[in-house]
């Protein structure tokens, strides 16, 4: 189990919002929890000095390419980059350094999945290097998968069958539960669970953690299987319920200086 640290842009500044608030019809509706006065590669450097690789760089729409690039470039091959990838431009953001892309809307849409799509960006890219966001909002006892900032419910539902139908041709999975995302009210237990039956490819959870408790019941519901990022508790985003430090040492490798 390992702490995979984030970077969540949105207008070109790091920044840690209620993820269920992102609109596209009504952008002032965002809800901001902390914006950084630091720039994205000072989280970066920050990363790479504690050799925690395999976080994610995500561009909540748009006007965020020059904060990802100077990430991207203060840790080349270390951080993961998401938000707007396509086919034209998944070649460019891994030629900036991304160690790999995320996809979601891409990929999904239309309210399904587009296999000739996945296909094409799978074989394009390579598979080790797609990761594929199954960020999900729930409905009634379910989970399905969600795109366009989080708004629009495709007919995806998260089972064990669609993330053995998908892992062919991704490296990893990124899984944000968006309904508690950048709350700070506590886990979607449930979604844990579930992701935790599966013994497959390597997935990162995002989404509510709040506290060492809501970590630990990761692991447990998790069986181990599952990595998680934290946001808005985190104190470098503003938060008081976790300290980077600390998680960068229990979780992460020993850190190097290089």
């Known amino acids: 189990m390992k702490f995979r640290p984030c970077i969540d842009l949105h207008q070109g500044k ?30 970066a450097r920050l990363y790479r000095q504690d050799g ?10 748009t006007g965020n390419r ?13 951080m993961q980059l998401g938000g707007g990838v396509t086919l034209e431009n998944a070649s460019a953001w891994l030629d900036a350094g991304a160690a790999a892309v995320i996809v ?5 849409h239309d309210g399904t999945l587009d296999e000739d799509r996945l296909t094409r960006l799978s074989q394009h890219i390579g598979s080790e290097r797609l990761v594929l966001d199954l960020s999900c909002r729930r409905q009634g006892d379910d989970y399905y998968i969600v795109t366009n900032r989080w708004q629009t419910f495709t007919k995806e539902r998260i089972t064990s069958a669609l993330l053995g139908r998908l892992a062919p041709y991704c490296a990893e999975y990124l899984i944000h539960a968006v309904d508690v995302e950048g709350k700070c009210q506590g886990i979607e237990r449930p979604l844990v669970t579930l992701l935790g039956q599966w013994a497959g490819l390597p997935m990162t959870y995002a989404g ?16 181990g299987r599952i990595d998680f990022t934290v946001g808005s508790a985190l104190d470098i985003f503003g938060g008081s319920g976790l300290l980077y430090a600390d998680l960068a040492r229990r979780y992460g490798p020993t850190p190097s200086k290089s």
Not at 66 to 78: I, K, T
Request: proline share 4%; net charge negative; hydrophobic share 45%.
């Open 52 to 61: 925690l690789a395999g976080g994610h760089i995500i561009q909540l729409g």
């Open 104 to 108: 979601t809307s891409w990929v999904f």
């Open 66 to 78: 020059a904060a990802s690039e100077a990430a991207l470039a203060a840790w080349p091959g270390g």
């Open 14 to 43: 790091v920044k840690q919002i209620v993820g269920g608030t992102l609109s596209d019809a009504d952008p002032g509706a965002v809800r901001t929890n902390f914006e950084a006065s630091r720039p994205a590669e000072w989280f």
């Open 208 to 223: 509510g953690i709040c506290s060492q408790e809501d970590i630990d019941t990761i692991a447990r519901l998790g069986r």
